[in-house]
């Protein structure tokens, strides 16, 4: 069960190997911030449509490490490159130090603004163990939380 829980923990905290071999270099946090809004504006035109491309990354929805992900109020991953249905609160996903990522992710979203959470994880582009620190932008928006998380520049 541990193994799975790791395992889980890595492939949210990270953004899954698939999305790594499209990342030749690192997003910025501009780049987060814009990847953000643009889907949310995607997501006020068409949510079923907006759910496909942010799973799929169509339309530029995947740039570098960037991507975006949703979840819904009981936590289930709606949007993903590679894990829609896991669910955030039940399955234990949590970052390196053990807190648990999808309350926190939850809480950051504000209804009607956008909030952070700065966690530790590993960063599976450099397939490297090392801890990196993840910064992820949130907003709670239509029934969802959608967000997008870069790895700030030490």
């Known amino acids: 069960m541990r193994t799975l829980k790791i395992f889980v923990s890595a492939m949210l905290c990270s953004g899954f190997f698939n999305v790594a071999a499209f990342a030749d270099e690192f ?3 501009e780049e987060a911030r814009a990847l953000l809004q643009r889907a949310i504006a995607i997501l ?4 079923t449509r907006a759910m496909e491309m ?9 740039q570098k490490d960037l991507y975006v992900f949703c979840f819904s109020r009981d936590g289930t991953v709606t949007a993903h490159p590679g894990s829609v249905g896991v669910n955030l609160f039940n399955n234990g996903a949590t970052d390196l130090k053990g807190n648990p990522l999808g309350k926190a992710l939850w809480n950051a979203a504000q209804p009607g603004g956008s909030g952070e959470v700065t966690y530790n994880t590993w960063r599976a582009t450099t397939g490297s163990p090392e801890e990196f620190k993840k910064t992820t932008f949130v907003r709670r928006i239509m029934g969802q939380v959608c967000g997008v998380g870069y790895y700030p520049r030490s």
Do not use: C, H, P
């Open 27 to 29: 997003g910025t946090e």
């Open 44 to 47: 006020r035109v068409d949510k």
């Open 54 to 62: 942010f799973a799929s990354g169509d339309g530029g929805l995947i």
